[in-house]
């Protein structure tokens, strides 16, 4: 079991006026080497939950456990810094953290940080920018030209390089073009199957159906489902409760189950999908 | 960066939160007035009463004004410090390492430590009991006799409104960028002088690019809304000066203007 959380709560703005519950006794536990999709309304904890696993908030009580890291209120890993680089977190919007002048010496920012030699933290910026589609003719620029999408894929490279265990993105894809998106998340999918552990907040069922093995339903700053994402989306009644909609592939085989076909709608490629109903795919 | 509550508007109910915002400006630069006047320890004893007075009508728990003075500590100790040494009125006390301390200096001294923490504190009490809007309007419509003599009044209100507007925005942001950078091995706290440096660095860049953006960003959603500070405009919302504000303003009058006139008399 690489994360585990033990009736975790976190207020905001403690013992003040505007304190606020975020977290609310939330057990969980996150496997080794998966694809963890969290899901959940605006303002359920989401983004709180994932800050915890790098200890950039402390848990008010309860207990964060990260392999051999323990978080508790009282006390955190004297060296925040190995539990940095092992969680590698890349927030909304990562664009914002660009500073640098180059966009190699920002990417090996990260990795100087941590300790790596200059050379190598080099090599390692040229891999990372490479692995989020960029060529190595970008190094040498500056982050301030580039495109709303193309500074996301630096400031993601910026995290890459790090090499963490664990990589944990908070809607990596909003705001891209769907091409990019696609790529981005073929990214992810390719890191995963490197054997890290992968977990991706989300509002995109498709994204959640065909990358995702496991998910978190988040709901009022609780844990209200953990299970497969073929269990989940079978309850299409609960995901409505929460404003959620199922996947495209999903709901339009549950179109073609009410009109006499009989299809398994736990499948999630459209591959898939198209040979089940009998087809072809051309193209 | 959690604990930034100086003088963070307080939403509760209360007879000061309900005082109009003008009195209430008015009536802080009466109190600047006589504060700075010496009276002697009477006098501030009466003003702190003052202040005392509007701390618990203002129902704002007393470890928040401490919270706002505590920042502020250092920089009243240094000052108060700085006087016991400098001053040389009244007789010479004592001496440490040939520093003469006389008995003036600490008489001085500590008036200017009392004046320092009753000025933080009622200020403190008036932001916290007052929106940053109610504010602006209030600094608006005091200022706008000058319009006569064409002063900007209006178009200084919409500036500090804008500032006000977008400190929390920007406290925020810096709690972001600080945590983006946290994540990427950056220790705020500790390290060395250049990592230090460094550190700074890598939160001030993107923090001005993002305050920059979001200046333009508005400066364009005000001018596609056709924004004119000249435009003859009404109000949504609109100040009325109830008996309570004339009450309050006599009795703050009352109190500063008998310290002034107690100082000049002694």
New interface residues.
């Given amino acids: 079991m690489s994360i585990a959380f033990e009736k975790v709560e976190h207020m905001?703005?403690n013992d003040?006026?505007f304190s606020y519950h975020a977290l609310k006794g939330v057990d969980l536990a996150i496997t080794k080497g998966s694809f963890t999709a969290i899901i959940g309304q605006t303002g359920s904890g989401k983004s709180t939950l994932i800050?915890h696993i790098?200890a950039?908030l402390l848990p008010t009580s309860g207990k964060v456990t990260i392999d051999d890291y323990v978080i508790t209120a009282t006390d955190k890993p004297k060296k925040?810094?190995p539990l940095?680089?092992k969680a590698?977190?890349v927030?909304q919007f990562?664009e914002?953290?660009?500073?640098e002048e180059t966009i190699e010496k920002d990417i090996i920012?990260?990795p100087l940080?941590?300790g790596v030699s200059y050379e190598e933290a080099k090599s390692l910026a040229a891999k990372a920018l490479h692995q989020v589609g960029l060529d190595t003719s970008y190094l040498e620029r500056t982050p301030?030209d580039l495109s709303g999408g193309q500074k996301r894929r630096v400031a993601i490279a910026?995290?890459l390089a790090?090499e963490p265990d664990i990589l944990i993105l908070d809607e990596p894809t909003a705001g891209l073009d769907p091409h990019g998106t696609k790529e981005m998340m073929a990214l992810f999918k390719s890191i995963q199957k490197l054997g890290k552990t992968v977990i991706l907040v989300t509002h995109d069922m498709n994204h959640v159906l065909q990358y995702c093995e496991e998910v978190i339903v988040m709901n009022h700053g609780k844990v209200e489902k953990k299970d497969t994402v073929s269990n989940i989306f079978k309850d299409q009644q609960y995901l409505n409760t929460l404003g959620i909609d199922l996947p495209i592939i999903t709901n339009f085989i549950l179109a073609l189950n009410d009109n006499g076909f009989n299809i398994d709608s736990s499948i999630n490629t459209y591959e898939r999908l198209i040979k089940a109903i009998g087809g072809e795919l051309h193209g | 960066m959690?604990n930034m509550?100086f003088g963070k508007y307080?939403?509760?109910p209360s007879l000061i939160h309900s005082l109009d915002p003008r009195l209430k400006i008015i009536s802080l630069i009466i109190f600047l007035v006589a504060v700075f006047f010496d009276a002697g320890f009477l006098g501030y004893l009466i003003l702190g009463i003052l202040v005392l007075i509007i701390a618990i009508c203002s129902r704002i728990q007393i470890k928040y004004v401490f919270k706002a003075i505590k920042p502020m500590l250092f920089m009243v100790l240094f000052l108060t410090i700085f006087n016991i040494f400098l001053i040389q009125t009244g007789e010479a006390l004592f001496s440490i390492f040939s520093i003469v301390i006389y008995s003036g200096a600490l008489l001085q001294s500590a008036y200017i430590f009392i004046r320092l923490v009753l000025i933080i504190t009622l200020t403190t009490i008036m932001t916290s009991s007052t929106k940053p809007l109610d504010l602006t309007l209030a600094i608006e419509d005091l200022l706008s006799p000058l319009k006569k003599v064409k002063f900007p009044a209006h178009e200084i209100a919409m500036m500090i409104s804008i500032a006000l507007r977008f400190i929390p925005d920007l406290l925020e942001?810096t709690k972001?960028?600080m945590?983006?950078?946290?994540?990427?091995?950056?220790?705020f706290n500790e390290g060395k002088f250049m990592e230090k440096i460094k550190s700074i660095?890598?939160l001030v860049?993107?923090l001005f690019?993002?305050a920059f953006q979001r200046a333009e960003e508005l400066a364009n959603a005000m001018e596609s809304r056709n924004y004119n500070p000249d435009a003859p405009r009404t109000r949504y919302k609109s100040l009325t000066w109830q008996l309570q504000d004339t009450v309050a303003l006599i009795i703050v009058t009352v109190v500063c203007v008998g310290v002034i006139v107690m100082s000049v008399i002694l």
């Avoid at chain 1, 914002?96 to 500073?99: C, K, N, P, R, T």
């Avoid at chain 2, 945590?179 to 220790?187: E, F, M, P, T």
Wanted: glycine share 8%; no cysteine; net charge positive.
């Fill in positions: 905001y703005n003040t006026p800050q790098n950039l925040l810094k940095r680089k590698g977190l927030f990562p914002y953290q660009l500073f920012f990260g940080n941590f301030f910026g995290i790090m | 959690d509550t307080i939403p509760i942001e972001r960028i945590k983006a950078q946290a994540s990427r091995g950056v220790d660095v890598s860049i993107p690019i993002s």
